[in-house]
């Protein structure tokens, strides 16, 4: 809980963009555990972008949230959601597929 209250205050004290920068840096050091979990094999990175630009502010909030205390099953369920998504689908195609060939 102690963390969680730094985060936020770290993230009263800075710009907008960098609170949106922060948030994401957080939220991205949650879904890659979970895509190499639940995806092995594809490229992590790529992925974890498509994820990422595909969530709601809401859902970027609360994957921020969980890198606090690591991934949880809350963490799955979100991160599942927003892959199953058509825009998301589209960007893992675009982004992920292209990384996964020149391997």
Known sequence: MKRLLA????????????QDNLTRDAAKSVVRPVLREKLPGI?????????????????LLSLAADAVTGPTANTVEIVTDI???PDTIR??????LPALLTL
Not at 91 to 96: Q, S
């Open 7 to 18: 985060l936020i205050l770290v993230l009263a004290a800075c710009t907008p963009m960098q």
């Open 43 to 59: 490229p992590v990175e790529p992925a974890t972008d498509c994820i990422i630009d595909n969530a709601s502010s809401g859902e």
């Open 83 to 85: 892959a199953s998504r």
């Open 91 to 96: 960007c893992l195609a675009a982004e992920g």
